[in-house]
């Protein structure tokens, strides 16, 4: 199986929370797990990313935890901004240079904070 | 957009006719990537390239092909389009397999 699921579609949160976005994957080959950020018009830009060896990676505000038992991994953005708001994509790809390096892309949260 | 353009920016074609889009880059990146983004279905590889001449199909490949002639050009042809081929192409770059793409600012595509 090579789907990520991502939920939620969509998120509301207001300046200064916790914006908290989900991803699941079902196949256990995957080996790195980025986070990119998409702003309207403009190409998705990588955020963040994890690979399962570690269970928890922060960069300022944004934070990724991993659970490899079951298959989730999640992206935490503390003291949420306004400027904050886009499209956030979790994605995946296989281990090895045979993969290539392709990515599964999960479905999309927009993520909209208010003032 | 670490030194990715893709050409035309937007397109408005009809039914039936061959379309190309192209994307070229200046980082001397090995491996190349065409997706396209529609709503509810995030980004979807269509083709990639891991060399020159060397291209393999995505997980959305039909009624799509490309061609990789230089290092720093990859095109990708709709060899005749469709409507449901309406959709937003992204093309994207990495130096190797399993680190950071980096994606263009997009073609947006319409068939009528």
């Known amino acids: 199986q090579q789907q990520v699921k991502q939920s939620p579609q969509s998120l509301i949160v207001q300046k200064g929370g916790i914006s908290i976005i989900n991803c699941a994957y079902e196949?256990?080959?995957?080996?790195?797990f980025p986070w990119y950020q998409q702003f309207p018009g403009k190409g998705p830009a990588l955020l963040i990313a994890i690979r399962p060896d570690v269970s928890e990676k922060k960069e300022g505000r944004f934070t990724i935890s991993f659970n490899k038992s079951a298959k989730q991994f999640s992206l935490h953005i503390m003291d949420s901004q306004p400027g904050d708001s886009a499209t956030y994509f979790c994605?995946?790809?296989?281990?090895?240079?045979?993969?290539?390096?392709?990515?599964?892309f999960g479905q999309g949260t927009i993520l909209t904070v208010h003032p | 957009d670490a030194g990715i353009t893709q050409s035309p920016r937007h397109k408005v074609t009809e039914t039936g006719t061959p379309v190309t889009l192209r994307c070229h880059q200046t980082e001397n990146h090995r491996y190349m990537y065409w997706y396209r983004q529609d709503p509810g279905h995030g980004l979807r590889l269509i083709h990639y390239?891991?060399?020159?001449?060397?291209?393999d199909k995505g997980e959305v490949s039909d009624g799509y092909s490309v061609s990789r002639s230089k290092t720093e050009d990859f095109l990708l042809t709709l060899e005749s389009a469709t409507s449901s081929q309406t959709s937003v192409y992204f093309c994207?770059?990495?130096?190797?397999?399993?680190?950071?793409?980096?994606f263009g600012p997009g073609t947006r595509l319409t068939v009528l």
């Open positions: 390239s891991y060399g020159v001449k060397d291209t």
């Open positions: 196949n256990t080959a995957f080996d790195y």
């Open positions: 994207a770059i990495s130096e190797s397999a399993g680190n950071t793409q980096y």
């Open positions: 994605a995946a790809s296989l281990a090895g240079g045979t993969s290539y390096g392709k990515l599964t």
